[in-house]
């Protein structure tokens, strides 16, 4: 038994140093930008930079936080947080109300409309940037909460989710509803709505990450710094041409960039781990 | 699928479904219809007006090297990403479902950067690689290696190519992970039994049976190389140097807003529309086929 039992030792220990090693090249860069944050400008514009966090922490985040580059940090994450929140609960409404329309509902033109909810899925905002872009200028949607939201929350992807589930709702319920005679409106309160809570929780954090990590479209629709959000503005703080940028600032903002949505992974890492799965399918 | 019960309403399932309408309308298929509109026309350099050119716009785009050039581009960057991320994630998630307990620890530690966004990963990478402040940079100049991203396209390509697979390694593994987990262990033991080895029971029972998220992920890896790693690619490099990272989608952004020729980039829009036409139907027959698997 004892050769079994030392391979089988060994192949413990490969499949931890294999795991650590992954672990390693994930975490490696997280942990340099929070050194690069922690230290003073000086150490970092003379290479190599330290291997361990410097005395400058506070200074530094703080710095970000009041003053930031061209904007103090704590608005542009108060202008994501707006927008990340506006796009997730958008998304949820228009998605859950119209996957209960098409479930629940026989009316002429409703695999038409399906189909027309479907097809969005082939038009991902980078493909039609430029006509996207004028409609929402022509709406006077420039620098606006609105014009950060709207246009990016219609979502086949919520509406299919919500109707994937929908679908394994007992016929029985709604049978028993209308015997009781509730109004259409009243079981989706009183029953579907209720019967959905993971499901919603689950998708709000896949959403809620969609919506803060968006960089492309508030790159186009925020011209003025006071609507920057944090993961575009973060681009914003880099120098223009020879200028030296303060970078444990700037690795101050990428972190804080990071945090919310990362925080939101780990703590409901089961949500999340599910409403990727499940939206997928 | 249908429902047996439903619901009687006139109004009701049209007024449930206007608000997703009207936002779909406004913000997708409108701006579609005039991406393919544009591209039948050329503005002339004042932006006053336009004259129709049918598919000149087109004829031009596929006669255009740069044009060329970011097609051969973009299939060699989502070549990269989806390699890397892919076999990646697969190492990993063989070795995590190997473990009975303690996997847990590892997937908290190994999932967390899909919540990165990409231009913030582009940020932190850029940032361990920038010569002369960069963390990494300096090693490899001082081990004698001549690195710098910002003149040499190729190292470019390696740098915007990393942090988009870094990123994507995250989503692999989940379901990596999900798929392995879901194979019946009965069928490896019995294997195992019969004396087949650790790569046997890889080549003859995993990988098939894993076939199909394989593909899955095939996929949604190259959508992703394809459109959503523009804010890697606008972070480091700009597309540059000389155009060796600019991708489709970059090119698309590049020439409608910084070179302000829109029925080009009207004309690139149209293109990419049909591209994700042509992947997301190869995805949807895929779980098409899922069904009867």
């Not at chain 1, 996207?132 to 939201?149: D, K, M, P």
């Not at chain 1, 880099?238 to 939101?264: E, H, R, Y």
């Not at chain 2, 908290?108 to 402040?133: N, S």
């Not at chain 2, 004396?195 to 998220?213: D, H, M, N, Q």
Request: charged fraction near 10%; charge should be positive.
């Amino acid at each position: 038994m004892r050769p079994a039992n030392g391979r089988r030792a060994g192949g413990f220990l490969l499949t931890h140093a294999g795991l650590l090693a992954g672990v390693l090249v994930t975490c490696f860069p997280l942990y340099i930008i929070f050194v690069a944050s922690s230290v003073s400008h000086d150490e970092i514009a003379r290479p190599p930079l330290p291997m361990f966090p410097g005395d400058r922490l506070w200074e530094n985040y703080a710095a970000a936080l009041k003053a930031g580059v061209n904007i103090p940090v704590w608005r542009m994450l108060y202008n994501s947080t707006v927008m990340a929140l506006g796009i997730t609960v958008g998304k949820l409404a228009i998605s859950i109300v119209s996957a209960f329309a098409i479930v629940y509902f026989r009316f002429p033109l409703r695999m038409f409309f399906f189909w027309a909810i479907f097809v969005t899925l082939m038009l991902p905002v980078e493909v039609r940037i430029v006509p996207t872009f004028e409609v929402a200028a022509g709406f006077g949607l420039l620098n606006s909460y609105a014009g950060l939201i709207f246009p990016l929350i219609a979502s086949a992807t919520a509406t299919f989710f919500f109707r994937q589930f929908f679908l394994t709702i007992p016929n029985e319920l709604a049978e028993a509803a209308r015997v009781d005679g509730a109004s259409p409106m009243r079981f989706f309160w009183d029953i579907v709505l209720p019967m959905s809570r993971t499901n919603i929780a689950a998708l709000f954090v896949i959403l809620f990450i969609y919506g803060w990590n968006q960089y492309l479209w508030p790159l186009l629709i925020t011209t003025e710094p006071e609507m920057n959000t944090i993961v575009m503005g973060i681009k914003q703080m880099f120098p223009s041409g020879d200028d030296v940028a303060d970078w444990p600032v700037v690795m101050a903002t990428a972190i804080l960039a990071m945090l919310p949505p990362v925080c939101v992974v780990i703590g409901m890492q089961r949500l999340f781990i599910k409403g990727l799965i499940d939206s997928e399918k | 699928m249908q429902r047996q019960v439903v619901f009687n309403a006139r109004f009701l399932p049209y007024l449930l479904l206007a608000p997703q309408l009207v936002v779909t309308c406004v913000f997708f298929f409108y701006p579609a219809a005039q991406a393919l509109y544009q591209s039948a026309f050329v503005a002339d350099p004042f932006g006053l007006k336009s004259s129709f050119v049918g598919f000149a716009n087109f004829k031009f785009l596929f006669l255009d090297p740069y044009y060329l050039a970011s097609f051969q581009t973009t299939l060699v960057f989502s070549g990269l990403v989806t390699l890397f991320a892919m076999s990646l994630a697969l190492w990993l998630a063989l070795l995590a479902d190997r473990l009975i307990h303690g996997d847990n620890a590892y997937r908290t530690l190994l999932i967390w950067p899909y919540a990165v966004a990409p231009a913030v990963a582009g940020v932190t990478w850029m940032f361990m690689f920038r010569p002369g402040v960069g963390a990494l940079s300096w090693y490899l100049e001082q081990a004698g290696y001549q690195w710098n991203y910002v003149l040499n396209g190729g190292q470019a390509m390696a740098l915007v190519a990393a942090a988009s697979a870094w990123k994507q390694v995250s989503y692999n593994f989940l379901f990596f992970l999900a798929g392995l987990q879901a194979i019946p262990k009965s069928l490896l033991e019995a294997a195992a039994i019969d004396g087949a080895g650790f790569w046997r029971r890889f080549a003859t029972i995993v990988f098939p049976l894993l076939s199909p998220t394989t593909f899955f992920l095939l996929v949604v890896n190259v959508i992703y190389a394809f459109f959503d790693t523009f804010g890697v690619i606008h972070t480091i490099t700009s597309g540059g140097p000389q155009q060796a990272t600019t991708t489709l989608v970059y090119k698309v952004y590049a020439d409608g807003f910084v070179g302000q020729d829109i029925g080009s980039s009207a004309a690139q829009s149209v293109v990419l529309l049909f591209l994700v036409g042509a992947l997301t139907v190869v995805q949807f027959r895929y779980i098409e086929k899922k069904v009867h698997y």
